[in-house]
């Protein structure tokens, strides 16, 4: 017993001491980030996800000044590559094929943040690189009032068969455009080694003179450029909460199947504000920084261990229409085809456009 008890207060202790250890740790990390006193990204505008919940957080709670440039995940790595020491850049967000891409091209540092245990094996680097914070399924958006009386599409299946425009973006240089290539193909029995069924069904369409060259944006959409366009949920969902009639919209899951993946920070190997970056991605995955995407309509990667207020709850699409969704099982193939993608789009299907 007297061993028992010896073994349960050492465990304890030490429990107690790594708590404490991660405690001052962060202090330091925050001490450290307050010091450098700015944050730089890439790829993280105001509007994407509500990253704006975050910088605002980030300023308030520490006092680190915030810049973002928008831009593609191809570009963000490049840009690390190319600037090396002179970066202006600390911390990207980039899509989930992207992370192990920015390991091997040796232009991120690693940081575990303190709820590292509670992200999923499959989400996430296990040397800390890189880690999902939020999920995404690839969703249509829909101007109803834009469809001169046909049925709002639901599947892929509709874009077949329908008179629809549909706006997919730049698949050479967009995380979104090529995992909605994915989904089509997942949904028409393709996987992450074959697009070929959705090159085919989008060669088709845009024979028709139904693919457009509009990137589906908040933009393009108030201008009434967009008919579908094929966007990650949270995107769709923060747009059309955006527009001035949102009940003209529609977002929903394609029925037939959809992939899920997600985002991911990377933190620049040559960071001048390496602390504020570390710091910026701890809070992301904290419960309020966990809480601010799902404001912006993301599904958070820590969703089964935080508790969301039910209005932000209810910003979410029902748990129904995830039902036929795929997450990307293959990474090494998925990495392999989607640098591919880009050259089999201009050959297979912009050629056919009218």
């Known amino acids: 017993m007297k061993q028992l008890f010896l073994a349960s207060l050492l465990g304890s202790t ?4 790594t708590a404490a250890m991660a405690a001052d740790d962060l202090k330091t990390l925050e001490a450290a980030a307050k010091a450098e006193g700015a944050v730089n990204s890439v790829g993280m505008p105001d509007d ?19 810049i973002d440039t928008d831009m593609s995940s191809a570009q963000e790595i490049a840009k ?3 600037e090396k020491d002179n970066a202006s850049a600390d911390i990207g967000d980039v899509g989930a094929a992207f992370g192990p891409i920015a390991v ?12 590292w245990e509670q992200v999923p094996d499959w989400a996430k680097d296990k040397d800390g690189n890189w880690a999902l914070a939020y ?14 009386g046909s049925d709002v599409p639901t599947k892929w299946a509709d874009l077949k068969s329908g008179k629809y425009k549909v706006s997919i973006g730049d698949v050479s240089t967009a995380a979104q455009a090529a995992n909605g290539v994915l989904a089509a193909a997942l949904a028409n029995g393709g996987d992450e080694k074959n697009l070929q069924p959705a090159l085919l069904m989008f060669a088709d369409i845009a024979k028709q003179g139904r693919l457009s060259m509009a990137n589906p944006t908040i933009a393009t959409m108030e201008k009434g450029e967009i008919e579908v366009g094929v966007v990650w949920d949270f995107n769709g969902l923060s747009y059309k909460a955006k527009m001035a009639n949102p009940d003209d919209y529609v977002v929903l899951i394609p029925s037939d199947g959809s992939v899920i993946s997600g985002y991911t920070t990377i933190i620049n190997k040559y960071a001048k504000n390496p602390n504020a970056a570390k710091l910026t991605r701890e809070y992301i995955f904290s419960d309020a920084g966990q809480i601010n995407l799902a404001k912006g309509n993301a599904r958070p990667i820590r969703a089964e261990h935080i508790t969301l207020p039910e209005d932000v709850k209810a910003k979410l699409l029902p748990n129904e229409q995830y039902k036929k969704v795929t997450p ?13 993608l880009p050259q089999k789009w201009n050959e297979e299907v912009i050629v056919e456009m009218k």
């Open 80 to 82: 690390f590559a190319a």
């Open 48 to 66: 994407w996800a509500n990253w704006k919940g975050t910088w605002d957080d980030l300023a308030k709670n520490y006092g680190l000044k915030h």
């Open 328 to 340: 990307i099982k293959d990474a090494d193939a998925w990495e392999k085809t989607s640098k591919a």
């Open 104 to 115: 091997k091209q040796g232009v991120v540092q690693p940081y575990k943040p303190t709820t």
């Open 14 to 17: 030490i429990a107690m001491c």
């Open 135 to 148: 999920t995404g399924t690839i969703a249509f958006i829909v101007n109803k009032k834009l469809l001169h």
